[in-house]
């Protein structure tokens, strides 16, 4: 499952910087987005994969006896999500108003467009 994921994460990394190669600004923002789910990811997997129980020490214990699933990788990437979410957000609002001002989504075309301004 863990090798899985890792050619995942590099799919999605590779994916994403191809993606912002690319001359248009909605390919920049796939490429943005696939990139923070490939961290996502990456977060996920080096949390460890376990089947656990909750990390709650029962009564008498001092420390977990068993295996137990760490919570702060999940913690983190449930905030990365919402983040990533509002800049997407923005993002798509952006490129609609670049969009409805310059006509065009080419940045080739942006940047000629902004020296004859």
């Known amino acids: 499952m ?14 994403g910087i191809y993606m912002m190669f690319r001359r248009s600004l ?12 490939g961290a996502n ?3 996920f997997l080096l949390g460890r994969l376990v089947k656990g129980k909750p990390p709650i020490i ?5 420390y ?3 295996a137990y699933a760490d919570p702060v990788p999940q913690a983190l990437i449930l905030t990365a999500i919402v983040i990533s979410f509002g800049l997407q957000a923005f993002a798509i609002v952006l ?12 940045l080739d075309q942006i940047n000629t467009f902004d020296e004859f301004e």
């Not at 490129?95 to 080419?106: A, L, N, P, S």
Request: proline fraction near 0%.
């Open 58 to 62: 029962a009564e008498g214990s001092k």
């Open 41 to 43: 990811l990456l977060i």
């Open 95 to 106: 490129i609609k108003r670049t969009y409805k001002v310059v006509k065009t989504e080419d």
């Open 64 to 66: 977990l006896s068993e």
């Open 2 to 15: 863990e090798i899985l994921l890792a050619i995942m994460i590099g799919v999605l990394y590779a994916a």
């Open 26 to 37: 909605v390919k920049l923002i796939i490429g943005i987005i696939l990139l923070g789910n």
